[in-house]
């Protein structure tokens, strides 16, 4: 996918939005941009992406959405998801 967008800017990165706002979740690996992004997700946030996320030249975002991957240590933070 990379090479097919190389005019792409391509960020390890989560995004989520709302009506008027992108939010990137930039850092490295094991950092808790998946866990942030599920969290904004729970609060109302419209879900992007949680791995990967491009930029156009122009400004555009754009998202390659997956299932949101947690790791077992961010779980207590969703306890209410417990049963579903």
Request: charged letters at 20%; hydrophobic letters at 45%; proline letters at 6%.
């Amino acid at each position: 996918m990379l090479d097919a967008e190389p005019e792409v800017l391509h960020l390890h990165a989560g995004a989520v939005r709302d009506d008027h706002s992108v939010v990137l979740v930039i850092g490295s690996s094991f950092a808790g941009k998946s866990t942030l992004v599920a969290k904004l997700v729970a609060e109302g946030w419209r879900y992007l992406s949680d791995q990967q996320v491009g930029i156009t030249p122009d400004g555009k975002i754009l998202s390659y959405p997956r299932p949101i991957t947690l790791r077992r240590n961010s779980w207590p933070l969703f306890d209410h998801l417990a049963d579903v």
